[in-house]
T-cell receptor
Framework: NAGVTQTPKFQVLKTGQSMTLQCAQD?????MSWYRQDPGMGLRLIHY???????DQGEVPNGYNVSRSTTEDFPLRLLSAAPSQTSVYFC???????????????FGDGTRLSIL | KQEVTQIPAALSVPEGENLVLNCSFT??????LQWFRQDPGKGLTSLLL?????REQTSGRLNASLDKSSGRSTLYIAASQPGDSATYLC??????????FGQGTRLTINP
């Protein structure tokens, strides 16, 4: 009963390095999204996907890249890490029921990222 | 742009009290509203999801209400316990299941 799995849990990077945050869900959810959580700013949407092969930008997309080649996986790429990207990153997934109603969003445990 | 506000930012009450957390939003064109709990250093745990056509949802000691016309939701916690101490977040759900979060209410229940 894994739900939404994020790896790694912690990471320290140097400015300019690149890395990929992994997110996988085993619930066959069509919707997946990435949020960052910062003190005083709350959680903000970075990128989201409504299905395999379809992604779009959220509120704070600059410096991040995503792709969705499968239903299960939605990796988030930092192209050239900057100190302003130090944050806690959460991946979420959800689906709709047979009548089109939204089901609750499920969140991973987060990745704590520090950029030096 | 949708804005979500939670008041108060922090709340401390003695064990056993009933309490209400407030959430307001500026744009009533929402699909649903969801309440979460977040423990320090942890992820988000879903508590209640209210569909836009519903007025309230209940789970155990929790009851959440939604009034779209006034842009408000409340989370009622009955008979509070120390284990209820956490940050409570509300989020409105817009198209493509995008969430807009409030900044949360940090709740402390004192034994």
């Amino acid at each position: 009963n894994a739900g939404v799995t994020q790896t790694p849990k912690f990471q320290v990077l140097k400015t300019g390095q690149s890395m990929t945050l992994q997110c996988a869900q085993d619930m066959n959810h069509e919707y997946m999204s990435w949020y960052r959580q910062d003190p005083g700013m709350g959680l903000r949407l970075i990128h989201y996907s409504v299905g395999a092969g379809i992604t779009d930008q959220g509120e704070v997309p600059n410096g991040y890249n995503v792709s969705r080649s499968t239903t299960e996986d939605f990796p988030l790429r930092l192209l050239s890490a900057a100190p302003s990207q130090t944050s806690v990153y959460f991946c979420a997934s959800s689906s709709t029921d047979t009548r089109g109603g939204n089901q609750p969003q499920h969140f991973g445990d987060g990745t704590r990222l520090s950029i030096l | 742009k949708q804005e979500v506000t939670q008041i108060p930012a922090a709340l401390s009450v003695p064990e056993g009290e009933n309490l209400v957390l407030n959430c307001s939003f500026t744009d009533s064109a929402i699909y649903n509203l969801q309440w979460f709990r977040q423990d320090p250093g942890k992820g988000l745990t879903s508590l209640l999801l209210i569909q836009s056509s519903q007025r309230e949802q209940t789970s155990g000691r929790l009851n959440a209400s939604l009034d779209k016309s006034s842009g408000r939701s409340t989370l009622y916690i009955a008979a509070s316990q120390p284990g209820d101490s956490a940050t409570y977040l509300c989020a409105v759900i817009q198209g493509a299941q995008k969430l807009v979060f409030g900044q949360g209410t940090r709740l402390t229940i004192n034994p």
